[in-house]
């Protein structure tokens, strides 16, 4: 008894001392990780208010009163007015920019998920060198610079009398979104297992059978991320719609850049205009995070 009391106690003494280190290591590897937590969500934030600085600005301008609305230096003491957005709807002709822009976005939405869908399946399936080459074909059409492929499209609509249609201009951002809509399809494709696709071939579905009853209701987020990326790129188009219209099928952005460059009211309505043009992409973001986060994740980094 006299030899086991001394041996316990000798264990309750040594514990603090092997766990001390322990715990004095964990502290400052803890600290480390706040600070760089810390370090990164101020850097986030800052890189944030940058890239939201300027549609702060625009923003602001639409509220302000005109005489103010562009002084400097700014001003930051105004009474709030909304006059440069009646003025936007009541002496221009927003509304049908507006309705030629989400026109064209629906329609080439719509059309690339048609066409982007068989597609994208068939190359996430037949793996050889046919579907590699097509693959990178399709990258490089979308890496080129846009004048490259605008110019040759408005001799076409010349030619064959579409020019400033919204249909040519719906047509012509289908071709130019098509391989990414192609790629983020066929990435979510290669995602669901070929024994699905076996087993329904197995019991007499035919591959566009398979498609159909299959593929398509697994990919419900994936064509929903697709037609959200897609129909935004549609929405906010600028140069496409600005070498294919004129008049008749002008879109919102090509109607802000005819703003720049006015008067102070019409510089103010063109704010206004940027704002409008902003709130659906801005509600379109929010609503849909979780699919477009997966869009880029899984879609468009794997390949």
């Not at 059978?209 to 129909?231: D, H, K, N, Q, S």
């Not at 510089?267 to 205009?273: D, G, H, I, K, V």
């Amino acid at each position: 008894m006299t030899l086991d009391i001394p041996a316990a106690s000798t264990r309750s003494s040594q514990a603090p001392v092997d766990l001390a280190p322990e715990a004095g290591r964990g502290r400052p590897a803890s600290r480390r990780s706040r600070r760089a937590g810390v370090v990164t969500a101020v850097v986030l934030t800052i890189v944030c208010l940058l890239m939201v600085f300027p549609f702060l600005w625009a923003a602001l301008s639409s509220i302000k009163p005109t005489d103010v609305a562009f002084a400097n230096p700014p001003v930051f003491r105004f009474a709030p007015t909304f006059q440069p957005y009646v003025d936007l709807w009541q002496t221009t002709d927003f509304y049908l920019y507006l309705v030629n822009t989400l026109v064209v976005a629906v329609i080439s939405t719509i059309v690339a998920l048609i066409v982007g869908l068989p597609c994208a399946y068939a190359l996430s399936r037949y793996t050889g060198i046919s579907s590699v080459v097509l693959l990178v074909l399709a990258l490089v059409f979308r890496a080129l610079p846009r004048f490259a492929v605008v110019l040759p499209m408005y001799d076409i609509s010349q030619s064959l009398g579409i020019y400033d249609t919204t249909y040519a201009l719906a047509g012509a951002l289908i071709v130019i979104n098509q391989p990414f809509t192609i790629w983020l399809l066929r990435n979510f494709f290669a995602e669901i297992p070929p024994e699905l696709d076996e087993a329904a071939m197995v019991d007499g579905c035919t591959r566009f059978g398979v498609l159909r009853r299959i593929m398509i209701p697994l990919m419900g987020p994936g064509i929903l991320t697709a037609g959200i990326f897609v129909f935004l790129f549609a929405f906010q188009e600028y140069l496409t719609a600005a070498v294919l219209t004129d008049t008749s099928s002008k879109t919102v952005p090509v109607f802000i850049a005819t703003q720049l460059g006015q008067n102070l009211p019409l510089l103010q309505q063109a704010s206004a205009a940027t704002v409008l043009l902003t709130l659906p992409v801005i509600g379109i973001a929010l609503i849909a995070q979780k699919y477009l986060v997966a869009g880029l994740a899984s879609g468009a980094v794997k390949g």
